[in-house]
């Protein structure tokens, strides 16, 4: 049982290159986020999804764009980076929208220069 | 004021100690109240959760939650150097999508 699993672990893009960070659940959690979290900033929402086909903004969306297809993947995908984007993105799963149930992956890391 | 505040630390113990960590927050409708704990480089893991008031233990930790004074915490007893990682609460309301705020999270250093 894999949980939440995220690729890649680490990037680095240049300023206006797009890329997708992918994640993937094999726990068949409805819901599913993608998270930032900034040294010493703690957690902020990007996005998130309460089932296929259905997304929500959190937080701080601008910047990034989020489809769910299947039950089981939530990719984030960022267009035209930039250094403020450069942070660790985390994707979490749970199987109902109780906070106590969250499963989080072990993140990517992202550089943008 | 931010709605969950909490002290970044480093608070650094020695292996034994009793350690408590908190925080305080202003949205008097927040009724989930949880603990995470995340290892350098790794993502968050649940370690405790409580709904309302009142205490919670499970093993050597303890969760405590004050509503009136809105003031969380979570106690580490015989503190081991395992224990060293960051320790961020959370917390939400009843209702809606149950979606938590963070708070920034107390790294946390216990020394042999």
């Known amino acids: 049982n894999a949980g939440v699993t995220q690729t890649p672990k680490f990037r680095i893009l240049k300023i206006g290159q797009s890329m997708t960070l992918q994640c993937t659940q094999d726990?068949?959690?409805?819901?599913m986020y993608w998270y930032r979290q900034d040294p010493g900033m703690g957690l902020k929402l990007i996005y998130y999804?309460?089932?296929?086909?259905?997304?929500d903004k959190g937080e701080v969306p601008n910047g990034y764009n989020v489809s769910r297809s299947t039950t089981e993947d939530f990719p984030l995908r960022l267009e035209l980076a930039a250094p403020s984007q450069t942070s660790v993105y985390f994707c979490?799963?749970?199987?109902?929208?109780?906070?106590?149930?969250?499963?989080f992956g072990s993140g990517t890391r992202l550089t943008v220069v | 004021q931010k709605e969950v505040e909490q002290d970044p630390g480093p608070l650094s113990v020695p292996e034994g100690a009793i350690v408590s960590l908190n925080c305080t927050y202003s949205?008097?409708?927040?009724?989930?109240f949880m603990w995470y704990r995340q290892y350098s480089r790794k993502g968050p893991e649940l370690l405790m959760y409580?709904?309302?008031?009142g205490n919670k233990e499970d093993g050597r930790f303890t969760a405590q939650v004050d509503k009136s004074s809105k003031y969380i915490s979570l106690f580490i007893r015989d503190s081991q150097p395992s224990d060293s990682a960051t320790y961020l609460c959370?917390?939400?309301?009843?209702?809606?999508?149950?979606?938590?705020?963070f708070g920034r999270g107390t790294s946390l250093i216990v020394h042999p």
């Open positions: 959370a917390m939400s309301e009843t209702g809606g999508s149950y979606i938590p705020t």
């Open positions: 409580t709904y309302s008031s």
């Open positions: 726990m068949n959690h409805n819901y």
């Open positions: 999804s309460v089932g296929a086909g259905i997304t």
């Open positions: 979490a799963s749970s199987p109902t929208g109780q906070t106590y149930g969250y499963t």
């Open positions: 949205n008097s409708a927040f009724q989930y």
